[in-house]
RNA sequence: GGCGCGGUAGCUCAGUUGGUUAGAGCGAACGACUCAUAAUCGUUAGGUCGGGGGUUCGAGUCCCCCCCACGCCA
């Protein structure tokens, strides 16, 4: 037994997310996590709202509320969807908590006392009627280039010259629209993240079989250029962490607040200790503490690949930085995107299916399941409602969800609602259990190492062995001349039965869960002796047949909802 | 423009450090079976591995050039 530390890539709190944020970091998390608890590992599992920013003012503005008491909201909404897809985060805490700005506080300090926090004077575009200081995408005006009237303050939209936001004419903030605009001088806090670029590397080179995705976008970021640049840390907004020097004021930087990237990963830590602070938990040290018991636990993050670059510099160099025995990463886990239909998933435009749509019109585990066994892996993917219809239908209800129909209504026809005696297992039962046993080590490879496609297509072909193995035995054609063979046969389907939902729980956990009750299954041991686990059910242990567990997508469905989830939503 | 990831059977994708007849699932065709959610099982389907050049006894798998798609960046 080992110690798993999880922490998938914490979600943006403006809004609900789609499928294709879901399918980049904490489904797969979701999947690993429940994997690793199933073998009997110790798992703590991660997860929070990203809360802090501009588009979470704005958001707010937008809804007129108190940016505070809409992300309280938009939590709550996105822990009742987390939910809804049955993400078994151990705990999902918000980068807002009273814990995350003490721990914020605490880095910036530690950061500063080893030297790795300079001050930097820089003049930016300042909007009197909104009051605040205007980040560049909230500033458009004429382009002087090519006259587009919608230019943004760091690029024209329509002929891509990169510009400065003083070069716009007739500047306006998107805010407000007012065009009551000055440059004002101001300073904020850089990382000195180039002071820390060979460590990091040095610490990159040493991680082995890290993904191509992962490490490359890392070494583009520290070798491109003039390698690692510094990165500002600071703000000048009310939301956010106020910029202190843990629990003292840091002269110069009053009102201000720590950039959201500085503090968002720092939430992983802080994660912990409002578990522990919500009563889930006793001691979030011996998670994140290498000097507190941290030593032997072995930390994997998840995270679309626009993230990789603050997981693999940024957040390390804060760690590093520290000089503190802080529990680095071993194993990131990156995703590319999966696109919508021949495009991409887009959140202004509505277009694709997003978090709350999926569940309102098919349960969880038809979702998790194409979701997981087309994970973009290795490239981008790409959702087609065909191949959702054919993924749900082929592989859920006709290979697994008919095996389990076609071996519990055979039984209770022939026999009855219990396990039958009789009969004796011959070399069709040997055979199966020694391709099933083959089949699930495979399957188990796949998981430890994250290969989530090749982890699906194993479980998938173990599923097919169940009807490979009642087509060649037919016990509707045993019974006719020897019930009892025919007795033995069923006796070993009704245990597959319990076997598959035991071992593809972490893909379709509500399915399994009804199948294991079907079963009235005591336990779902892992079967790491398939022979054994196959016995489990015995003779004369009684079962319910159970309804249909998957049930499937007709064409109608499917396009209507290729319709519904074209473009535009309210 | 720079950079990144890709371009393998109709579709979605696998193809370790270069090595016998390039694989899987879906779709399609044919056959078997009838317990089951008109489900299942079997067989078949022959794709210049984007294009060209090179290295090698031998390249989808390494090198160079080009084309295409997607993404990121300034």
């Known amino acids: 037994m080992a110690r798993h530390l999880i922490t998938s890539a914490i979600p943006y709190i403006n809004g609900i997310k789609h499928l294709g944020n879901l399918v980049g970091s904490q489904l797969p998390a979701d999947l690993y996590a429940r994997y690793l608890r199933a073998r009997g590992h110790e798992v703590l599992y991660l997860c929070a709202t990203d809360e802090h920013g501009t588009p979470a003012e704005l958001a707010a503005a937008k809804a007129g509320k108190p940016v505070a008491d809409y992300c309280a909201e938009m939590w709550e909404v996105q822990s009742k969807l987390a939910e809804g897809f049955r993400l078994s985060f151990d705990h999902f805490g918000r980068s807002s908590s009273e814990q995350n700005r003490k721990l914020t506080q605490h880095f910036a300090k530690v950061l500063d006392d080893n030297g790795l926090i300079r001050e930097v004077s820089e003049t930016q575009m300042y909007s009197k009627a909104d009051g605040r200081f205007l980040p560049d995408r909230y500033i458009e005006g004429t382009c002087p280039n090519c006259g587009f009237d919608s230019a943004r303050g760091d690029q024209c939209d329509n002929c891509t010259k990169q510009l400065d936001p003083v070069d716009l004419i007739n500047p306006h903030s998107t805010i407000s629209g007012s065009t009551d605009l000055e440059m004002r001088e101001t300073k904020h806090l850089y990382l000195r993240q180039s002071a820390m670029k060979d460590q990091i590397e040095e610490w990159i080179d040493t991680r082995q079989g890290w993904p191509v995705l992962t490490t490359s976008i890392a070494k583009k970021w520290l ?15 009310d939301w956010g962490v106020p910029v202190q020097k843990g629990d003292a004021p840091w002269p110069g930087m009053e009102g201000k607040v720590f950039y959201v990237w500085f503090d968002a990963p720092i939430e992983y830590i802080a994660c912990g200790q409002e578990w522990v602070d919500a009563g889930k938990g006793d001691n979030w040290e011996r998670w994140w503490r290498t000097d507190k018991g941290a030593d032997d636990v072995r930390y994997t993050q998840f995270m679309g690949k626009d993230n990789v670059p603050f997981h693999t510099l940024s957040f390390p160099v804060t760690i590093l930085g520290s000089g503190e025995p802080w529990k680095l990463v071993d194993y990131i886990k990156s995703f590319n995107y999966l696109n919508y239909d021949g495009g991409q998933f887009s959140t202004s435009r509505g277009r694709g299916v997003f978090m709350d749509q999926a569940l309102d019109i098919l349960p969880a585990d038809y979702w998790r399941w194409w979701l997981l066994s087309h994970v ?31 071996v519990t209504k055979f039984c209770r026809s022939k026999f009855s609602e219990a396990v039958p005696e009789g009969g004796t297992p011959g070399e069709a039962e040997a055979k199966l259990i020694a391709d099933l046993t083959a089949k699930v080590r495979e399957y188990e490879t796949h998981m430890e190492a994250i290969e989530i496609r090749k982890a699906a ?33 069923i006796r070993l389907a009704l245990n597959l039965i319990r076997l598959y939902a035991v071992i593809s729980s972490p893909f379709i956990p509500d399915a399994c869960a009804d199948l ?55």
């Open 223 to 237: 070798n491109d250029g003039d390698g690692l640049q510094d990165r500002g840390i600071t703000r000048d907004l």
């Open 457 to 489: 297509a194993a479980l998938r072909a173990a599923w097919v062995l169940g009807n490979e193995y009642l087509q060649e035995v037919a016990p509707w054609t045993t019974f006719k001349t020897d019930p009892e063979q025919a007795a033995a046969q």
């Open 516 to 570: 294991l009750k079907a079963m009235h299954a005591e336990d779902a041991e892992w079967p790491d002796d398939v022979t054994a686990a196959l016995t489990a059910l015995p003779v004369g242990h009684a079962f319910t047949v159970p309804d249909v567990t998957f049930r499937k997508i007709t064409d109608a469905e499917r396009e209507e909802w290729q319709e519904r989830f074209a473009g535009k939503r309210d």
């Open 376 to 406: 973009p892996e290795t490239s981008d993917s790409e959702f087609t409602w065909e191949s959702f219809q054919s993924g749900v239908n082929k592989d859920l209800a006709d290979v697994l969800g008919n095996f389990a129909s076609r």
